[in-house]
């Protein structure tokens, strides 16, 4: 693609779809099943560790048995491909980007393979569950550790990098989000403000898509590969 030297791609929930892991807000999707303030605040898990380590107990073990999709690998081989900046954010706390190779990654949102001890503030990789109160593998303090996923109301990760990369971008795709979260559903006018031409790639128009030049609606699994193709030039 003629001019495009640095690449922002923001995903969300839709580019894990079709490896099996639900969505937030699609019928049936996650947040249906539970009250997010249930599950998703600070004040949920002050309210009821027990009900909110068993929810992330579970999603994290549910990923553990999925896998990449044709999306998280046609991004991999672009990050592995594209020789200009390119930083793929990801609103999903699973860990297929990853495993499908993508090494340039941000989760914005925390990760579910994490654990992060409110006593002394490491994270540890954790595949295993937090509900009987393991101790702490940095500093030993046992019934200190949460799950590293940014609950409402709290920070999301790494903002300034991600802020940065928007305004070097030459290029914005969002893929597989519905636009209903900030900062993230702002991403698209921070990269317009800085000249960025901007696509969406989802299965029906997002919230914010009246803010993207171009916009093609459909799975992600088909979507990304073809789209990659075109952009590596192949
Ligand atoms: N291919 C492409 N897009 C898809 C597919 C698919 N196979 N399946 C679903 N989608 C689209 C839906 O149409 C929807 O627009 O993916 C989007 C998923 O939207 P959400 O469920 O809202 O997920 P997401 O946008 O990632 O949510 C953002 O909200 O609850 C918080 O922290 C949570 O990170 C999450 C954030």
């Known amino acids: 693609m003629s001019g495009i030297n640095n690449i922002v791609i923001l995903t969300g929930a839709g580019v894990s779809a079709e490896s099996g892991i ?10 249906e099943q539970h009250r997010v303030e249930d599950v998703a605040t600070p004040e949920a ?34 990050d592995a491909a594209w020789p200009g900046e390119l930083l793929i954010v990801t609103q999903n706390v699973d860990d297929l980007h990853e495993r499908a190779g993508a090494k340039r990654l941000i989760h914005i949102h925390g990760e579910h393979l994490n654990a992060w001890c409110t006593a002394c503030d490491a994270r540890s990789r954790w595949t295993g569950t937090l509900i009987e109160r393991p101790a702490c593998p940095a500093c030993g303090a046992a019934g200190m550790l949460r799950p590293d996923v940014v609950w409402f109301g709290e920070m999301p990760y790494r903002m300034d990098e991600i ?24 991403f698209v006018r921070e990269a317009r403000q800085s000249g960025a031409r901007t696509l969406e790639l989802n299965m029906e128009p997002s919230q914010g898509s009246h803010w993207f030049d171009a916009a093609r609606h459909g799975s992600a699994g088909a979507l990304v590969p073809a789209w990659v193709d075109e952009v590596l030039g192949q």
């Not at 579970?58 to 999306?71: E, F, G, L, S």
């Open 45 to 78: 898990f002050a309210r009821d560790p027990d009900l909110v380590l068993r929810f992330y107990d579970m999603r994290r073990a549910a990923i553990q048995t999925k896998r990449p999709n044709a999306a998280h690998e046609a991004l991999a081989r672009l």
């Open 22 to 31: 639900d969505t937030f807000r699609d019928a049936g999707g996650l947040w």
């Open 163 to 186: 802020y940065a990369a928007l305004n070097r971008a030459d290029l914005f795709v969002s893929i597989g989000t519905s636009g209903a979260v900030y900062p993230a559903a702002g």
